[in-house]
């Protein structure tokens, strides 16, 4: 069960849009509509920001939005907000009914 | 609301071991298609899942740490328990819990979440002799 494939870093000014990937297999991502996203800030628990690869839970900005093509997800988050800047991970359910996470993206606001 | 909380030791001997409880609130564990999972990270690392039970009691573990993992829930006392044995400092992490919401059904289809939708703070675990 390998972990899914995440940018390390990502980074874009305020206002900008930034779109963070996340490649898996046809175990994973390309086997369900189950990729989530999560939002860690330094030192706090994760945040889910997305989930079903594109929708958002109650209270998330509509700036976060989610895609997917093949054994690829993809997270966009459109007008760079400082508060925007932490750590991303996505996840998958597999089809060994297990879950797996990326490696985390860091999304610097410059 | 829904608030899930962890507790347990701080510190650990290597070859001990460990057991992590998760309490809730703002849900019962016997709600139909409620789970619980436990996902850890190591400081600095991404993170990783480990272990996840049902309202009916259905389990799921991490393929490679089956043997050491062990997740059980106490409905009547809204706590779910993560027991790892043979610790190792490669164990040294943060564990997390964190809630599965409940399906729904319609007529024909029922609709299965596979997203944790709350979390709770977080319990360090360092392993060290």
């Known amino acids: 069960q390998s972990a899914l494939t995440q940018p390390a870093s990502v980074s874009g000014s305020p206002g900008q849009s930034i779109t963070i990937s996340c490649t898996g297999t046809s175990s994973d991502v390309g086997d369900y509509d189950y990729v989530s996203w999560y939002q860690q800030h330094p030192g706090k628990a994760p945040k889910l920001v997305i989930y079903?690869?594109?929708h958002r839970p109650s209270g998330i900005s509509t700036r976060f939005s989610g895609s997917k093509s093949g054994n690829t997800a993809s997270l966009t988050i459109s007008g760079l907000q400082a508060d925007d800047e932490a750590d991303y991970y996505c996840s998958s359910y597999t089809n060994i009914d297990t879950w797996v996470f990326g490696g985390g993206t860091k999304l610097t606001v410059l | 609301q829904i608030t899930l909380k962890e507790s347990g030791p701080t510190l650990v001997k290597p070859t001990q071991t460990l057991t992590l409880t998760c309490a809730v609130s703002g849900f019962s564990l016997s709600t139909g298609g409620v789970g619980v999972g436990w996902i850890r990270q190591p400081p600095g690392k991404a993170l990783e899942w480990l272990a996840l039970?049902?309202?009916?009691?259905?389990?799921r573990y991490r393929p490679s740490l089956k043997s050491r993992l062990t997740i059980t829930k106490d409905t009547s006392r809204n706590k779910v328990v993560l027991t790892m044995t043979n610790m190792d400092p490669v164990d040294t992490a943060t564990y997390y819990c964190?809630?599965?919401?409940?399906?729904?059904?319609?007529?024909?289809?029922?609709?299965?979440?596979?997203?944790?939708?709350?979390w709770g703070q977080g319990a360090l675990v360092t392993v060290s002799s």
């Open positions: 039970v049902y309202w009916n009691d259905d389990d």
């Open positions: 964190a809630h599965v919401p409940p399906g729904n059904c319609s007529s024909s289809t029922c609709y299965i979440p596979y997203h944790f939708d709350s």
């Open positions: 079903d690869v594109t």
